[in-house]
C-alpha cells in the first residue's frame, strides 16, 4: 500500500494484484485492483495456483514495470518481464528462504532456494527493508541492495476511543502484539503463559497467523478468558485504537531462524507512532533502533 501511495503521487498508474480470501476485507483505494479468487489457499498447490495465474495476468496487463512484492510472487514477475522486456523490481520484505515454517521442510526449501538462486542474479533492482538483510543478500549473491524501511505512515486520528468503546477491560493495564503474520516462534506462545502470573493486566493480541488457533486452545485451558483478547485483523486506523490504550507493546521475535534473527518488524514502528514502551527480544535490528532511540 505504502509502495503504491508513493509511486502514484509520483503520476505513475498502478495496478496492484493479490487474492481475495474469505475474510479478505474491502479494499478502498485510489488506483486499479485486481484479487484473484484461488481454489487453493495453502501449501504446494497454492503457490502453483498462484503464480500461474499471475503470469497470465500480467502477461496481458498494461506495463511499464513489473513490481515483485517478496520471493513467492518472483518468479511469475520474471517471467512476464523477460517475455515482455519490461523492467522488473523486486522487493524484498523477508529473508524468504529463511523462515521457519520452511526449514525442516527440505523439498519446499529447496523449491524455493533454486528459484532465488535462479533469478536473484539476473535482478538490476532489488531493495529490501533493513541493512542485515541488504547485507546478506550482498554477501550472498554480489549485488547492490537499496535499503527502505518498511515504516508506517504516522497518521493523526480524529479521536481515539475509550476503553469501553471498544470493549476492553477498563480497570486493568493493557499490553499489545499485533500484525499479520502472528506464527511459531514469534514469542507470543510463551506471552500467553506469563499471563498465569500478572495481575490487572490484559493482553491483547491484534491479527492472524499460523499460532492462532493453539494460543486460542490455550487461553481456555489456563483459564485465562479475561485475561487474554484476541482481534482479527482489522484497517490499521482501527487497530492503532487499541495499541493507543496500551502500557506496553510486544514484539518478541526469535533468533532460532534467519529470517527472525534478520527482521524488523512494523509493529516496533506503529509502538513508537503511539508513544508506548516497548518490550523487545534482541535480534539485531529492533535492538539497534531500541538502544539508538532510547525507546
Known sequence: ?????????????????????????????????????LFFNRGALFYAEYNIRLFIILLFSKADVFHANDLDTLL?????????????VFDAHEYFTGVPEIQN????????????NWIFPKLDYVFTVNDAIALRYHKQFGKEIKVMRNIPRKRKVKRFKSKHELHIPEDKNIIVTQGAGINIDRGIEEAVEAMQYLNNICFIIIGNGDVIPHLKKRVLQLKLENSVIFKNKMPYEEMMQYTHHAELGLTLDKDT??????????????YIHAGIPILASKIMEVEKIVHHYNI
Open 1 to 37: 500500500k505504502k509502495v503504491c501511495e508513493s509511486l502514484t503521487k509520483l503520476n505513475v498508474d498502478i495496478l496492484l494484484i493479490g487474492r481475495l480470501l474469505p475474510d479478505s476485507v474491502e479494499l478502498d483505494r485510489t488506483y486499479d485492483c485486481k484479487r484473484m479468487k
Open 105 to 116: 521442510r527440505i523439498l519446499v526449501k529447496k523449491t524455493w532456494s533454486q528459484i532465488e
Open 76 to 88: 511469475a514477475n520474471y517471467l512476464a518481464s523477460k517475455l515482455r522486456r519490461k523492467p522488473l
Open 257 to 270: 531462524n534467519t529470517n527472525y534473527k534478520l527482521s524488523l518488524p512494523n509493529k516496533l514502528f506503529d
